[in-house]
């Protein structure tokens, strides 16, 4: 289940990549379940979902947005990685989204590989927050 609303271009986090490419792909429930809670007048930091690959079917000089703020201050998380798994034969690699929260807002967000014995083997850092300061990377 992914939103609604976070951008119609085929690179967009929910954005259509395939024939014909472009429109927004996301769900109009999960986007009309936030702006009730916003309505209600709830915050809601984040929105984390994991159905849109990162590669892009039209194209192979970019990857998918992976990461988006709205207006309102939402992280709009996709976390999905593929393959999600990585086998050697030495080795194996998993893939997990790590998201740091503070005070009701995302500070942090990255896609992280671990190895078999937990250790993090490569991180990219998708946001970073410092005081008023955001960088985005996605």
């Known amino acids: 289940c992914r939103p609604e609303g976070v951008g119609r271009s085929p ?3 929910c954005g259509r990549d395939w024939n014909p490419p472009g429109g927004d792909h996301g769900e109009p429930d999960l986007a009309a379940a936030i702006a009730h809670a916003q309505q ?5 930091p984040l929105v984390a979902f994991g159905h849109m690959h990162h590669s892009l079917r039209h194209r192979r000089d970019r990857l998918r947005d992976r990461l988006t703020v709205d207006g309102q201050g939402t992280v ?3 976390a999905a990685a593929v393959p999600r798994v990585i086998k050697t034969a030495t080795t194996c690699q998993r893939n997990f989204s790590l998201v ?3 005070k009701g807002q995302v500070q942090d967000a990255s896609l992280t590989w671990i190895d078999q014995d937990l250790q993090i083997v490569a991180e990219e850092s998708l946001l ?5 300061a955001e960088q985005q990377y996605a």
Do not use: H, P
């Open 11 to 13: 690179e967009s986090i």
């Open 40 to 44: 209600m007048g709830k915050t809601v």
């Open 76 to 78: 709009y998380l996709n």
């Open 100 to 102: 740091t929260l503070r």
């Open 128 to 132: 970073q927050r410092q005081g008023t």
